[in-house]
Nanobody, 115 residues
Framework: VQLEESGGGMVHPGGSLRLSCAAS????????MTWVRQAPGKGPEWLSV????????YYADSVKGRFTISRDNAKNTLYLQMNSLKPEDTALYYCARGGYWGDYWGQGTQVTVSS
């Protein structure tokens, strides 16, 4: 199982980023997929989950209405569109295979929101 996140970077408050997670080594289209993040000095925070078909999604209250999870099963890729970013969104963002905390995580991509 391999999960590789990309798309992180530094952005001003109010800006947007789109994270990607390229999956390999398993049948991507049969798994729920999850995004989690970890801010400096804090524990992991669950953000969002999407079902295998991409038709059912759930979000943490902290990101609801600002972040959108999606997937392209033909490309074995998971996405997280992040809008209206805030300084408190600064964290290392991970994709995970499965629901809840998942069983495999990628290495993460850093998102920094700062003026």
């Amino acid at each position: 199982v391999q999960l590789e996140e990309s798309g992180g970077g530094m952005v001003h408050p109010g800006g947007s980023l789109r994270l990607s997670c390229a999956a390999s080594g398993f049948t991507f289209s049969t798994y729920d997929m999850t995004w989690v993040r970890q801010a400096p000095g804090k524990g992991p925070e669950w953000l969002s989950v999407i079902n295998p078909g991409g038709f059912s999604t759930y979000y943490a209250d902290s990101v609801k209405g600002r972040f959108t999870i999606s997937r392209d099963n033909a490309k074995n890729t998971l996405y997280l569109q992040m809008n209206s970013l805030k300084p408190e969104d600064t964290a290392l963002y991970y994709c995970a295979r499965g629901g809840y905390w998942g069983d495999y995580w990628g290495q993460g991509t850093q998102v920094t929101v700062s003026s």
